[in-house]
């Protein structure tokens, strides 16, 4: 069975530009969720789907970060324009049930940003 | 809030040592504590977990204590290995009734030969 993939695994734009990400939960999880790790800080919460549903978007930064999971199977987070700040790794983790938690959430290798 | 907070890194040490990498958490009635692990190149995985407490969580020779009075999780292990090299994260869920984990920052682990 294949695991969360996740799509480029590193990514250098500059300031301005746009970047698209992209995640493949695992096949039948319903849950997906987007995290970002800035360096050296925590993994912090970003946004949940439930199938195609943003059940969760409390920790977006801003309006320039957009995510969407039509169909409800792979997603997309995308930044518009990017800034300096939002270099960092971006995770991304999907599970079959939400009562699931942090006990069967399986996590992608993640994409790392940078903006120059 | 609820927040994890982990020891600053990098933990440096040599092969066969006694590992300890502390974690303290603030939230909400009563969380469930994990302990993952990030090898190089690799997504998180699950490496521990407990629940209640009091109760210990243990895979690969890795241990982690639920203490509620100090409100801390800390990873321990007795004997290090070179493949235990990795970045650590402490996490919780289910305080306030919220299943999404909460993260520490991590911990990065080098264990030299």
């Known amino acids: 069975e294949a695991g969360v993939t996740q799509f480029p695994s590193h990514s250098v734009i500059e300031k301005g530009q746009t970047v698209t990400l992209r995640c493949d939960p695992i096949s039948g999880h319903d849950n997906l969720y987007w995290y970002r790790r800035v360096m050296g800080k925590e993994i912090k919460f970003l946004l949940h789907?439930?199938?195609?549903?943003?059940?969760?978007e409390s920790g977006m930064p801003n309006n320039r970060f957009l995510a969407e999971r039509t169909g409800g199977t792979y997603s997309t987070l995308k930044v518009q324009p990017a800034e300096l700040e939002d270099s960092g790794v971006y995770f991304c983790?999907?599970?079959?049930?939400?009562?699931?938690?942090?006990?069967?959430?399986?996590f992608g290798s993640g994409t790392q940003l940078s903006v120059l | 809030g609820n927040s994890v907070t982990q020891m600053e890194g990098p933990v440096t040490l040599s092969e066969e040592a006694f590992l300890t990498i502390n974690c303290t958490y603030t939230?909400?009635?009563?969380?469930?504590l994990f302990w993952y692990v990030q090898y190089p190149g690799e997504g998180l995985q699950l490496l521990l977990k407990a629940t209640k407490a009091d109760d210990k969580g243990s895979n690969k020779g890795f241990e982690a204590t639920y203490r509620k009075e100090t409100t801390s999780f800390h990873l321990e292990k007795g004997s290090v290995q070179v493949s235990d090299s990795a970045v650590y994260f402490c996490?919780?869920?289910?305080?306030?009734?919220?299943?999404?984990?909460?993260f520490g920052r991590g911990t990065s682990l080098i264990v030299h030969p």
């Open positions: 983790a999907s599970s079959q049930d939400l009562a699931d938690g942090g006990e069967k959430l399986f």
């Open positions: 996490a919780l869920t289910g305080s306030g009734g919220s299943y999404i984990p909460t």
């Open positions: 939230a909400t009635g009563y969380p469930s």
């Open positions: 789907f439930v199938k195609e549903s943003k059940q969760d």
